[in-house]
Nanobody
Framework: QVQLVESGGGLVQAGGSLRLSCAASGIIFSINVMGWYRQAPGKQRELVADIGSGGNTNYADSVQGRFTISIDNAKNTVYLQMNSLKPEDTAVYYC????????????WGQGTQVTVSS
């Protein structure tokens, strides 16, 4: 069973920064991609950013240039550095990982709240 544990959410003023972390644990043979998604009240879950094991990244247009995703393959941990935060970034942020244990997996973390005050 692969588990994802997120940390780093909280309350910050507009213009501030937060760093989210997500560590994958369990028997993991390989991770293909890890990413961050978010869901604001009344809205669908959306991709924020993801990163492949080779380091290739993909960002939502709304966060491009403000957020940076990175991965530590040795620790099976993904980070999201969020700068210049805006009130519209307020959401529950979820970590996702896709890879291979004894079978392929596509797992989610429990979510961490990010609130940006104006």
């Amino acid at each position: 069973q692969v588990q994802l544990v997120e940390s780093g959410g909280g309350l910050v003023q507009a213009g501030g920064s937060l760093r989210l972390s997500c560590a994958a644990s369990g028997i993991i043979f390989s991770i293909n991609v890890m990413g961050w998604y978010r869901q604001a009240p009344g809205k669908q879950r959306e991709l924020v950013a993801d990163i492949g094991s080779g380091g290739n990244t993909n960002y939502a247009d709304s966060v491009q240039g403000r957020f940076t995703i990175s991965i530590d393959n040795a620790k099976n941990t993904v980070y999201l550095q969020m700068n210049s935060l805006k009130p519209e970034d307020t959401a529950v942020y979820y970590c996702n990982a896709q890879g291979l244990t004894f079978v392929p997996f596509d797992n989610w973390g429990q979510g961490t709240q990010v609130t940006v005050s104006s």
